[in-house]
């Protein structure tokens, strides 16, 4: 029943602000696709292709593109099916778990000594015993500091090679799978995003963390931006990705409503 009453009033709150909303309370936490796009070694890179351009015979202007990118990359959404057989894909995810109250938490420090921190259980109580608990419901977005190397490739991911051997090679924060089974089972969250290209940390083998979250059907938003503008809470999150009907995964429009 909280968790109802959350979503109806997050709900509520966007949809009476929309026209009203002051452009200064609105922050973009999407980076643009373009020809630098961060996507996984594995994949290939955002194409956007010129189908027609110019003045016509009728006299007015006409533009139309075609564009060509891989689910996972750039600033997108992860669904369960992804790691996780039988869970929801892109279609299925109820608005409801993309439209909540949002909150930062900052692991800027951690991640600056190790470049393959895991964000652990303790640093999210930490959060609370200065914030208040954890709503349900919540989008939860983790600060790591990654987003000031966009889009440096290797600053960012650590390589900038290409093809499956990189991925050995991979350095960024991710976040621990016991926190994000503490998150699922404990507070109830409606969805968990970061500023780096994975929800696991680079080194990872398994991605456990995806499996967690995945396998109670919480998707993951990755490549996050903008996390700098944001306090650590005291706003709510608007995540709608392109709806590919059994997508595993998606480019999403991620805001940020300041209240």
């Known amino acids: 029943m909280a968790r109802h009453a959350i979503i109806i009033l997050c709900l509520s709150l966007v949809a009476c602000r929309a026209s009203s909303l002051d452009p200064r309370a609105v922050v973009d936490l999407t980076h643009p696709y373009d020809e630098n796009t961060i996507y996984w070694p594995t994949a290939e890179g955002f194409r956007l292709e010129v189908d027609s351009k110019g003045w016509q015979e009728g006299g007015y202007y006409y533009e139309a593109n075609s564009f060509c990118t891989a689910e996972h990359g750039g600033t997108h959404l992860d669904a369960p099916i992804h790691f996780a057989e039988g ?66 490739r290797e600053r960012y991911m650590g390589t900038a090679a290409r093809g499956p051997e990189a991925v050995a090679d991979l350095h960024f924060p991710g976040l621990h799978a016991d926190a994000a089974r503490w998150l699922v089972e404990e507070r109830s969250i409606g969805a968990v995003g970061l500023d780096t290209p994975s929800i696991d940390h680079g080194p990872s083998k398994d991605f456990a963390t995806h499996v967690v979250l995945f396998e109670a059907n919480v998707p993951a938003l990755e490549n996050v931006a903008h996390l700098d503008a944001l306090p650590a809470a005291g706003f709510d999150v608007v995540a709608l990705p392109m709806k590919i009907r059994g997508g595993s995964g998606a480019p999403v429009r991620i805001v940020a409503l300041l209240r």
């Open 87 to 152: 869970r929801r894909t892109v279609d299925e995810i109820p608005l409801e778990q993309l439209i909540g109250p949002g909150l930062v938490v900052d692991v800027r420090e951690a991640c600056a000594r190790d470049r393959d921190h895991r964000v652990n259980k303790e640093e999210l109580r930490s959060w609370e015993a200065e914030h208040g608990r954890i709503p349900e419901g919540a989008i939860v977005l983790l600060r790591t500091g990654f987003g000031r190397f966009w889009p440096d």
